[in-house]
């Protein structure tokens, strides 16, 4: 059985078979087309052989600066927005035990995140911290002039030298940057620190599976190799071109499109676990940057069930009918809790005593889907056997090549995002008119 699989059951039943088998079928061309590279944006697809093509040294180079880190530092700040963040964190937030910080195995350096957003109080409860720990600093742009990762650097960067001196501080500061230009590259040089180069033809959100995921999610304890050896389980199963019908990816841009055509115009990821909380923050950048342009694209959004089924639950099972829900499941939970019995029983839950709290998420889960159908909502389901690093490779890749294809399958350019330049226009008029 392969280990991640695809369920499109319970979405077939919303849309026309015939309107399904056409769009599989225009699927499968754009699959030749980005097989091909062909297709736009075809200068920005270095992440296509990024598992098969990464070398030894690269990987031994990350390992090696990974351990040096590990052992001179307690914490990393990892600086970085977008896709310089997103995909490390949603990593190694999904690998890690939750409240790990707080057990006594804390004994990898815990990685936090900057530069990530403008508020003052964020960062200056990061400052704090940092004044009581031993850190390292990576600090991750590709253009290298982004204005949220370039002033937490500075700001940090005053930090780091304050504490350690300015030689010492630079051994503690790595930059992942463009190979030719960016500023982020001219104080790297200017400072002498370590980088690491994010390669012309990837685009931010497709570039976990370099440098920019690799160095953190080594520093933080775990098995890049493993990540890789399943992007490249996952490369090899998706740019086969044949058997193209029960190609997951293939068919994942298939139903999204074919929904997308019968006006469900917003995908809900739901995952049971809170850890995959950003991973589906990642998926939400992946497909929003990737999709939503020229007055079109599936809107992207996330909910943490059951939590959310006490927020959202109520907008999903009767609100307005142009959503699907694409339900993500990875194996057993790492630790099992069974309930306890309760010679009281004032609760009344006593017919639960012994049960694993695991089996009584699957219900919940179980009874969802089957509401949320009976509400109107076409449910996908992929399922991985476990969460690990092998099975997170394979699903970061499904994801990259789906989006692509459903991206060309739409008809936009998936690898550009022109809309985000609006924002940024009007912040530094506003900054440049007030001086504030
Ligand atoms: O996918 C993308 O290209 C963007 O989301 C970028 O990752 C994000 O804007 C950060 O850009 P940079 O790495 O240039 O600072």
């Not at 930090?159 to 230009?181: F, M, Q, V």
């Not at 931010?204 to 399943?230: C, E, H, K, M, Q």
């Not at 950048?285 to 996330?302: A, N, R, Y």
Request: contains cysteine; negative net charge; hydrophobic residues 40%.
């Amino acid at each position: 059985m392969s280990e991640l699989q695809i369920d499109i059951s319970k979405a077939l039943s919303f849309v026309d078979n015939t309107n399904y088998q056409d769009i599989l079928r225009e699927v499968e061309q754009q699959h030749e087309v980005l097989m091909s590279k062909t297709g736009k944006g075809n200068d920005y697809l270095g992440w296509l052989q990024l598992p098969s093509q990464i070398s030894n040294d690269l990987i031994s180079r990350i390992k090696e600066d990974a351990e040096e880190i590990r052992s001179s530092s307690e914490l990393l700040v990892v600086i970085g927005i977008g896709g310089s963040y997103l995909g490390s964190r949603a990593i190694i937030e999904a690998l890690d035990k939750p409240f790990s910080i707080l057990q006594e195995e804390w004994k990898n350096p815990k990685v936090f995140f900057a530069g990530n957003n403008l508020n003052s109080d964020y960062l200056a409860g990061l400052l704090k911290a940092l004044d009581r720990y031993n850190y390292s600093v990576v600090v991750i742009s590709k253009s290298g002039t982004t204005i949220e990762p370039a002033l937490a650097f500075r700001i940090i960067k005053n930090h780091i030298e304050l504490k350690y001196g300015k030689p010492n501080a630079s051994k503690r500061i790595i930059a992942i940057t463009d190979a030719h230009k960016g500023a982020l590259k001219k104080i790297a040089e200017k400072e002498n620190y370590k980088t690491y180069v994010i390669p012309d033809d990837v685009g931010g959100r497709y570039s976990v599976l370099t440098p920019v995921g690799l160095l953190p999610i080594a520093v933080a304890g775990f098995n890049i190799d493993d990540l890789l050896l399943g992007a490249k389980k996952m490369q090899d199963r998706v740019s086969l071109k044949s058997d193209l019908e029960s190609n997951p990816a293939v068919v994942y841009a298939a139903i999204r499109n074919a929904l997308y055509r019968n006006g469900k115009i917003i995908e809900i990821m739901v995952s049971y676990k809170p850890r995959f909380h950003f991973f589906v923050e990642w998926w939400k950048q992946l497909f929003g940057e990737s999709e939503g342009k020229d007055g079109k694209g599936i809107f992207p959004t996330g909910v943490s069930f059951t939590t959310d089924l006490h927020s959202l639950g109520q907008y999903i099972q009767e609100g307005k009918r142009n959503l699907f829900e694409t339900v993500i499941t990875a194996g057993r939970p790492i630790d099992e809790i069974e309930v306890p019995h309760d010679d009281l029983d004032f609760d009344g839950l006593n017919y639960l005593s012994g049960k694993k709290l695991s089996d009584i998420n699957i219900k919940a889960k179980l009874g969802t889907i089957a509401a949320h159908i009976d509400g109107g909502v076409p449910n996908i389901q992929i399922n991985l056997t476990e969460c690990s690093e092998d099975t997170l490779g394979q699903l970061i890749y499904f994801f990259e090549f789906s989006c692509a294809l459903s991206g060309y399958t739409l008809g936009v350019n998936p690898f550009d995002q022109p809309g985000v330049e609006a924002y940024k226009k009007n912040m530094f008029a506003l900054l440049r008119e007030t001086g504030e």
